[in-house]
């Protein structure tokens, strides 16, 4: 059974950092491009950053360019999110999501979520 | 950057209606990068259809997809209460990749 399961949420001040990693397992992780989405609380989707199945592309929307940095580890089965510079803004809930295609950089729908890790950035 | 705009905002239906969901982008997509999730309350989104008009893995028949260039349709053919949910579109043609603001489908 393909599986993602993020963790890594945490109550953050604004300013600070946070790691957010998300394992993977039932499908072979190097060949699929991989993502991150956030929703805000009662608000909707938006994708966050993404990445090529070996790492080699990074991908990030304008509002997090700069504080975050996206990178994976095929040997582990996991991605990561490393957060700086939190802002207030940054309250959300992260899901992973994993590329429907194989050896698809970017370009293609969100076949599998996992159930999402929580980040709150207040004083 | 492609902006999707989903309308109506809500849709209140019977069991059984015909659900009509509508998406515009502010440019032409393609639609193979067009795709369509359902997403439940407390629940993470899952994926319905891909390129506009493909069913996703394990998605019933009464959900059907089409459109292209800027205009694009999710129709659910029979209502059913589990199909209650926030549907979002989003594109995949360019970087960044954008959502619309969803449709929320209640039943009554």
């Known amino acids: 059974e393909v599986q993602l399961v993020e963790s890594g949420g945490d109550l953050v001040q604004p300013g600070g950092s946070l790691r957010l990693s998300c394992a993977a397992s039932g499908f072979m992780f190097s060949s699929h491009g991989m993502n991150w989405v956030r929703q805000a609380p009662g608000k909707g989707l938006e994708w966050v950053s993404g990445i090529s199945g070996s790492g080699g592309n990074t991908y990030y929307a304008d509002s997090v360019k700069g504080r975050v940095t996206i990178s994976r580890d095929n040997s582990k089965n996991t991605l990561y999110l490393q957060m700086n510079s939190l802002r207030v803004e940054d309250t959300a809930v992260y899901y992973c999501a994993k590329l429907r295609g194989i050896m698809v950089v970017l370009y293609d729908a969100f076949d599998t979520w996992g159930p999402g890790t929580t980040v709150t950035v207040s004083s | 950057e492609i902006v999707l705009t989903q309308s109506p905002g809500t849709l209140s239906l019977s069991p059984g209606e015909r659900a009509t969901l509508s998406c515009r982008a502010s440019q032409s997509v393609s639609s193979k990068f067009l795709a369509w999730y359902q997403q439940k309350p407390g629940q993470s989104p899952r994926l319905i259809m891909f390129g506009a008009s493909s069913r996703a893995t394990g998605i019933p028949d009464r959900f059907s997809g089409s459109g292209s260039g800027t205009d694009f349709t999710l129709t659910i053919s029979r209502l059913e209460p589990e199909d209650s949910a926030i549907y979002y579109c989003?594109?995949?043609?360019?970087?960044?990749?954008?959502f619309g603001g969803g449709t929320k489908v209640e039943i009554k």
């Open positions: 989003q594109q995949f043609i360019n970087s960044p990749l954008t």
